[in-house]
Structure formats: C-alpha cells, structure tokens
C-alpha cells in the first residue's frame, strides 16, 4: 500500500498538489476528479503556486467533481460550484465548459452525469477527502460498493462539520448529489489527503479495518491504484 505520512498538513497539500500537477504536466487533456472541503482549500492553493512556477496549463483538463449540495445552484455562496470557482477554476487557465459538477438544482441529473464522465474516456486521477465517518464524496456509512451517482440524505454529524460554510441563518441542506463507491473505484489513480487527528480513526478503518459499508473508505482497498497522502497526526491510528 502506498501510504505517504508527510510532517504536517502543509507539507500533505503540497506533496498531493505534487502528484496532481505531475499528472497535468505528463498528460495535458487528463480527466481529473475533484473534491472540495477544508483539506482541498491547501491543496488548491499548493497547486496553484506550483502550476505558476512551473508555467503549467489547465486548458486542456476536463473535470469532474465528486458531489454538490441538492437545491444549490452555482449563484449560492455555500454552493461547491462558488468553492471550486472561487479556490481553482478562476486562478488557473480552466477552461469552464469543460469543468463539470453535479447540477443541484436537477434532482434527476445522475445518469447525465455518469454519461458525461464515460465520454470524457473516465478520470484518470481522483482526489478524495475523508469524512470523520469514513465518508468519500457524499457516499456516508451505509452505502453500497456498487453505487452510483445519486441524490443521498447527509448523516447530521456531516451537515453539522460543513455548518461553519453557510451563513448565519442558512440551513445545511438535508441532501446532496455525489459520485457513487463505484463511480469513485472507476477512476484509474486515487489520491485521498486526510489531516488532522480528526480523521485519524477515520483513516484506520478505512486502511486497516474490514472492508464495509460502515466505512465507505474503506473499498478503496479492493482498487490497484490509491495514494494516501496524510499528515502525521491522521497517521496516527495506522499500525
Ligand atoms: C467534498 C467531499 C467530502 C470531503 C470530506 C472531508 O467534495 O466529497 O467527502 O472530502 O467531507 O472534508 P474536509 O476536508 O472539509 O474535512
């Protein structure tokens, strides 16, 4: 397995930034899928910094994100659409009509979605976070190894950690759009970055547990190509 436990959640972010631009530089048209959350924020920014100093072109990437909230549309400041503009789309040379997320405003959206992922020819590297409950995408405990793009109910501990990213008086939507486990496992590399002593449980389950339900992570066992990329305080639960 392919651990790599960096010193602290900088040096994670910018090792997995590493591994992304690499992919860009080596196959310019790459499919990449992407996540948001707190730990992509440092990530985006490494990739940004890095894709600066190396002079390196977006133009040609097509991508795909993981999820996006149900009944959120891209004018919504709590939506994954500004957070993608706002921390990687607008900084780089992204071509926009080829940067794709699931439509929250369509509730009927999925197969659409899967279908635009098989034209692009698949994702060739995925980025991934990890929920405190083992969650990838929005695929909470509970969801089946086979499962695709579809609309799913957030568990309260997950709408109570994404709390902090809407306003004063604006409820965490009770539903989001996500990739499915197997939409995830279809990609050809994953890269999961986890920080932080929160997600350090998290990460063992996922690692070192039984493969299961009860830790959606934990498929990407049964899949030939994952790199974790984590500080040394997610490590801290791995044997
Ligand atoms: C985000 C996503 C989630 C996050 C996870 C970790 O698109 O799909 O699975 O990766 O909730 O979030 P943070 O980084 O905020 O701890």
Request: with cysteine; net charge negative; proline share 4%.
């Amino acid at each position: 397995r392919d651990v790599r436990v960096c010193a602290d959640a900088v040096a994670a972010e910018a090792l997995a930034a590493g591994l992304v631009a690499d992919q860009v530089a080596r196959r310019p048209h790459s499919v990449l899928g992407l996540a948001t959350g707190r730990t992509m924020i440092g990530v985006y920014e490494a990739l940004i910094e890095r894709a600066h100093a190396e002079g390196l072109s977006f133009a040609e990437v097509e991508s795909f994100n993981l999820d996006e909230y149900c009944g959120l549309g891209p004018e919504d400041a709590a939506s994954f659409a500004r957070y993608m503009e706002r921390h990687l789309f607008s900084r780089l040379d992204f071509d926009k009509a080829r940067c794709h997320l699931p439509d929250g405003l369509a509730a009927d959206g999925a197969p659409r979605y899967e279908a635009l992922i098989r034209r692009a020819g698949g994702i060739d590297l995925q980025l991934l976070g990890i929920g405190r409950n083992g969650h990838i995408g929005f695929n909470e405990p509970g969801s089946a190894r086979g499962s695709r793009t579809r609309v799913v109910e957030l568990s309260e501990e997950t709408r109570e950690a994404n709390r902090p990213d809407f306003p004063a008086g604006h409820e965490v939507p009770g539903t989001a759009i996500t990739m499915g486990v197997a939409t995830i496992l279809e990609a050809r590399r994953i890269v999961l970055v986890a920080t932080g002593a929160a997600k350090a449980e998290a990460l063992a389950g996922a690692l070192e547990g039984e493969v299961g339900e009860h830790n959606p992570a934990s498929f990407l066992q049964g899949h030939r190509h994952v790199t974790i990329v984590c500080d040394r305080e997610a490590a801290a639960g791995l044997g």
